[in-house]
């Protein structure tokens, strides 16, 4: 396993519904926790019935100091993380990590724009509050299903002014991408995090534009596929098991409880670091990560096992290792 950041345990210290579906939760180690910059997330281990899941949420830049808060939104088709987050309570211990960055602010463009949606707005909102704190030139345009479920428009609003653009759904508001776009100075950069829908959509009007893409910074939530999910099977080449991957959970987290070694490290399907081959599958693969380029999604020979899965039935796999 990849990854820097240290494991600890921590008390939830404060739950707070902060918009519909949307619960802002925070938490305090025996020691402080370090300062962190905007677009840094935690890691949580979730308990589920029938194993683990690890998730990362956002560092929120509300948080008082010492102390990490996140904000997580109940999904219908939760993986477990989800709903074990809206299960917790205050005084409950959980294992957390130290936060740390891998969609840090550049500090260096002319000007910047930020695009999120839904709950995508958490390591959203850190941004466009250091970069107007900083005096930043800066544009906000923000999506989701209603204002009631867009959580912290009113200390952006504060922040921001009419440098920040509501996109409630349920008004018929969407974000103009190309039009955002064109406002941004050829220096300007694009950070967004959101569906992977929306992500796409960016994506391809930012190349429409003719912008470079180290212009274009982008983090993804992975829980958003074309299936519902379901219970599937895999046999690992090499091993003699057969792995069982629960609805709420990932194969990746089912493997690591099964003791099948697996290199990882953002689990957002952003890495590419999970990735193994498929040798056989008899249900269509949901692929959920934005590594796979969209020829090798059709291919269907490699899978990022942290948040893509099958959508039922039994498959082989081959993670690349042997006992
Ligand atoms: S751990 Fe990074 S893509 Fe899966």
Request: aromatic share 8%.
């Amino acid at each position: 396993m990849k990854n820097d950041a240290i494991w600890l345990d921590a008390n939830v210290t404060q739950i707070d519904d902060v918009a519909e579906g949307v619960r802002r939760i925070a938490f305090a180690a025996p020691q402080a926790l370090p300062a962190f910059d905007p677009g840094s997330h935690i890691a949580i281990r979730a308990a589920l019935a029938g194993g683990h899941a690890i998730r990362t949420y956002s560092c929120l830049p509300d948080a008082a100091p010492g102390e990490v808060a996140v904000a997580v939104k109940l999904h219908p088709n939760s993986r477990g993380g989800s709903r074990y987050m809206f299960s917790l309570k205050p005084g409950d211990t959980v294992r957390i990590t130290t936060p740390e960055n891998r969609f840090d602010l550049s500090w260096r463009a002319a000007d910047y724009l930020l695009l999120a949606g839904g709950i995508g707005v958490t390591p959203i909102y850190g941004m466009a509050l250091a970069l107007a704190a900083r005096g930043a030139a800066l544009r906000m345009e923000y999506g989701g299903q209603s204002l009631g479920a867009m959580p912290f428009t009113a200390p952006l609003q504060a922040a921001l002014g009419d440098r920040l653009a509501l996109h409630p759904q349920d008004q018929g508001s969407m974000i103009d991408l190309d039009r955002a776009i064109a406002a941004l100075s050829p220096q300007g950069e694009l950070y967004i995090c959101g569906p992977l829908p929306m992500l796409e959509a960016a994506k391809a009007a930012w190349a429409r534009a003719g912008r470079p893409t180290s212009r274009f910074r982008y983090e993804v939530f992975g829980d958003t596929g074309r299936f519902t999910e379901a219970p599937f099977t895999v046999r690992v080449a090499g091993y003699d098991q057969a792995v069982t991957v629960a609805p709420d959970q990932s194969l990746l987290d089912a493997l690591d409880d099964a003791g099948i070694p697996m290199i990882h490290d953002c689990r957002r399907g952003e890495c590419g670091l999970c990735v193994v081959d498929v040798l056989d599958h008899d249900a269509p693969i949901d692929h959920r990560d934005v590594f796979l380029s969209d020829g090798e999604k059709q291919e269907g020979t490699r899978l990022c096992a942290c948040v893509s899965r099958f959508s039922g039935g039994e498959a082989v796999i081959d993670t690349g290792y042997r006992p």
